[in-house]
């Protein structure tokens, strides 16, 4: 089937569904510049994303850290939404209920509008403190290295959900309540090989929801879609609310 049939029958699919979910991931800020995380843009310094962000990382080496952090917010903070995330804060206001469930901390989509959302790594414009826990926003760029916490004085951490972390439970909770209900579920941008998020479609999809690809490639997960549609999340997403 080519993408044009394709993209009609999602948007029959989304014509009648009361429930939505959307799942992004790194591609879908890709079309604003933001690099990839496994892309050939994504290294820094030669390092590897799964090298830096580990608590074993930022243990051993703070400032390394701090300052691939940096690097990230400084490149971040030029950046603006594109057509896809404003199509999927749209979506809000079209579906009866509706959730998106994003891997990234950039805060574009926040930027886009959405609000009804988990970010579920965490945001880069949240810190927090390694010994009292004081969550707070920072949005200096670049921030002092190392940073302080303004209460106690101890070592700030990006608010970021590292390799080898838990999520935190409200959003694993809000996730997963929100795929089982999906009449559809929409996959954005990610290369579906960091869990627990690598794992959504599937809990969607055993709840019957009907699931769509959205990627410029194929991915481990493109075999559990309903529908692929191959290519730029900025063109794409936003076709789908096209009557
Ligand atoms: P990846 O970098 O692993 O994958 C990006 C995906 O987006 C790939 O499948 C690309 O084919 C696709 N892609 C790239 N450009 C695109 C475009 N313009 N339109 C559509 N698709 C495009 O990023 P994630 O899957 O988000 O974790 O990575 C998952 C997690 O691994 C991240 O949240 C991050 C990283 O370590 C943390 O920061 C904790």
Partial sequence: MGTGSTLGLVRDKLSAAQSVTVLTGAGISADSGVPTFRGADGLWRNFRAEDLATPEAFARDPRLVWEWYNWRRELIATKRPNPAHEA?????????????????????????????????????????????????????????????????????????????????????????????????????????????????????????????EINLDSTPQSSLADATLQGRARDLVPLLLEP
């Fill in 88 to 212: 999927v804060a749209a979506m809000e206001q079209r579906f009866k209920r509706f959730w998106l469930i994003t891997q990234n901390v950039d805060g574009l989509h926040r930027d886009a509008g959405s609000r009804q959302l988990s970010e579920i790594h965490g945001n880069i414009w949240m810190v927090r403190c390694t010994q009292c826990r004081k969550m707070l926003e920072n949005r200096a760029v670049p921030i002092t290295i190392l940073p302080l916490c303004p209460s106690c004085g101890g070592l700030l951490r990006p608010h970021i959900v590292w390799f080898g972390e838990s999520l935190e439970e409200e959003d694993l909770e809000r996730s997963a309540a929100a795929l089982q209900r999906s009449d559809v579920c929409l996959i954005v941008g990610t290369s579906g090989l960091v869990y627990p998020a690598a794992g959504f479609g599937a809990i969607a999809k055993q709840a019957g929801a009907y699931i769509v």
